[in-house]
């Protein structure tokens, strides 16, 4: 059974910096695109970032500039690295993973819990 699961969310001030890391477990037999999201209170989920088995990046326009996602494949970790933080990037932080289970089935998406990101003075 496929997991995701986050950590390193908290309290930041405004114009600081917050890295956030998620692992997967379960041992799928493939794992494709993983990626960060995010959900403000009466906002609807969106993308901040997200990166390829093959390390290809995107963003967000909002977080350009301010992350940087990366990928360990070996064990099956993403990072979310930010910086400059503002009030409005205030937000429930989600974990997301592309994941074929196993050999001929198809892929599913899956989440983490969720990590809370307070961007406060």
């Known amino acids: 059974q496929v997991q995701l699961v986050e950590s390193g969310g908290g309290l930041v001030q405004p114009g600081g910096s917050l890295r956030l890391s998620c692992a997967l477990s379960g041992r799928p037999y493939r794992v494709d695109d993983m990626g960060w999201y995010r959900q403000a209170p009466g906002k609807q989920r969106e993308l901040v970032a997200r990166?390829?088995?093959?390390?290809?990046?995107f963003y967000a326009d909002v977080m350009e500039g301010r992350a940087a996602i990366s990928r360990n494949n070996a064990k099956n970790t993403v990072d979310l690295q930010m910086s400059n933080l503002e009030r409005d990037d205030t937000a429930v932080y989600y974990c997301n993973a592309k994941v074929t289970t196993t050999w001929g089935a198809p892929y599913t998406y899956h989440w983490g819990q969720g990590t809370q990101v307070t961007v406060s003075s």
């Open positions: 990166i390829t088995a093959g390390g290809r990046e």
